[in-house]
């Protein structure tokens, strides 16, 4: 079965930055759409960001301008870099091929 796995979660201050690693022994991140998802608190799960195949990665208003998703070179991982954090964007955060999701990252977004 095939593992997603997220880590770099954690406490951050806000308008400090977080960086979020996916990774995956049996994916090559250079074939799928890989998407970071969130959940609060109370809410429903939402989308955060894309990274589609024909590499126009998409974003959610609120992670555009702060939110960045990138993939490694070697196919390997999948990166949520994100800055001026605020303690709304506090929530799990999950990685998913489409097909398969990790268990997920807390960030806590708090002074």
């Known amino acids: 079965q095939v593992q997603l796995v997220e880590s770099g979660g954690g406490l951050a201050r806000p308008g400090g930055p977080a960086k979020l690693v996916c990774s995956a022994s049996?994916?090559?991140?250079?074939?799928?759409?890989v998407r970071w998802y969130r959940q609060s608190p109370g809410k429903e799960r939402e989308w955060v960001a894309s990274?589609?195949?024909?590499?126009?990665?998409k974003y959610a208003d609120f992670a555009r301008g702060r939110f960045t998703i990138s993939r490694d070179t070697a196919g390997n991982r999948v990166f949520l870099f994100m800055t001026d954090l605020k303690p709304e964007d506090t929530a799990v955060y999950y990685c998913?091929?489409?097909?398969?999701w990790g268990q997920g990252t807390q960030v806590t977004v708090s002074a």
């Open positions: 998913t091929d489409l097909t398969n």
């Open positions: 990274s589609p195949l024909d590499g126009i990665r």
């Open positions: 049996d994916i090559d991140f250079r074939r799928v759409e």
